[in-house]
Every structure is written in structure tokens, then in C-alpha cells.
């Protein structure tokens, strides 16, 4: 019935605390008005030119993108622009709610490689609907069937359960 991080319930920090130490990325991103570059000076107001080219750059993105206005990107480029900005303030932890669902093959290797990199240094709370990247990304996994775990352990040995609803999921049968 709570969350910790530290040890301490959510609601004993400030919420500015938060907001730095545990990055969010949302499915569907979430841009402000204005340019690439004025959004990832939301997360940190002090970002050089320099830190945003290289922040862009490991995103896939090229640098030229930092003076772009937001509604001129592309789901795909929104979702990595999201990403970017949630890395700004470097947090501990990044929750990632289908981060790579609009991004082509080769963005989501980018995205990967980037994230799994950031490890151990970032834990990382990735939702997936897509088997074979939850195996992919390695680590402890669970699989949430109406509201509860259905199961858990680790990602690669989810292929291999006997448990039916799981099958079903990876089979793409589950309603």
C-alpha cells in the first residue's frame, strides 16, 4: 500500500526532490510549448547549447533538433525528446512506460543501448507489452494480469513458463 525509495514512504520528500531524483517517461509524450531545447531546459534550467547537442545526439537525434518547435516532431521524435529531457537531471530511477512504442528498429536499439548503458548507475522500470524486448532489456521481470502479478522472475525465462495466461500473452491471444 506504499512506495519507498530510500527506505522513506513517497510522501516524506518534497515533491521538487522527486521530480530530480526519479525520471518519468509516459507512452504518449508529453511536450511543452516551445522549442526541443526548451523543453529539456524544463528538467534542468542551467543545460549549455553543448549539453544538449550531446544530450540529442544519444537519442538518436541530431542537434540540429534543439531549435525545433515541438509540434514539428514526429511521435518517434517526441519519445526520444521525452527521454532526453527525463536523463537532464540524471536520476536514480527512470520509470518507462512503453518508451520505444512510435520508434523504428533502429531507434529502439539506440534507445536500449543508451539506457542499459546508464546501468547500475539508474535503475531502470521498464513496461513492455513486446515479449522479446522485456528478454532483450534481461533483468528481474513481472507480468501484470488484471491488476495482480502473474508472474515473475527473470526476463528470459518468461518464454519458458507453463503458466497459461503467459502463454497466451506471448502467443498474442490474451484478451
Given amino acids: 500500500g506504499s512506495i519507498l525509495y530510500l527506505d522513506k514512504s513517497l510522501s516524506e520528500y518534497p515533491v521538487r526532490t522527486l521530480r530530480r531524483r526519479i525520471g518519468m517517461v509516459f507512452q504518449k509524450p508529453i511536450l511543452f510549448d516551445g522549442t526541443v531545447a526548451d523543453n529539456l531546459r524544463l528538467a534542468q534550467d542551467d543545460l ?21 518547435r515541438n509540434d514539428q516532431l514526429s511521435l518517434g521524435e517526441s519519445q526520444r525528446v521525452c527521454i532526453a529531457r527525463a536523463l ?29 548503458g546508464l546501468l547500475p548507475r539508474i535503475s ?3 513496461v513492455t507489452h513486446v515479449v522479446t524486448q522485456a528478454v ?15 508472474w515473475r522472475g527473470q526476463s528470459e ?16 491471444k490474451l484478451k
Avoid: C
Avoid at 549549455?48 to 525545433?68: C, N
Avoid at 532483450?136 to 502473474?150: E, P, S, T
Fill in 48 to 68: 549549455s547549447d553543448d549539453t544538449i547537442a550531446v544530450s540529442l545526439e544519444r537519442v538518436g537525434l541530431p542537434k540540429e533538433y534543439a531549435t525545433r
Fill in 124 to 126: 531502470l522500470v521498464w
Fill in 136 to 150: 532483450r532489456l534481461g533483468g528481474n521481470a513481472a507480468m501484470l494480469y488484471n491488476g495482480k502479478i502473474q
Fill in 88 to 116: 537532464a537531471t540524471e536520476p536514480d530511477v527512470l520509470l518507462l512506460d512503453e518508451p520505444t512504442s512510435a520508434l523504428d528498429p533502429t531507434a529502439v536499439q539506440t534507445i536500449e543501448n543508451l539506457l542499459l
Fill in 157 to 172: 525465462n518468461i518464454i519458458h513458463t507453463k503458466d497459461e495466461i503467459v502463454q497466451k500473452f506471448i502467443a498474442g
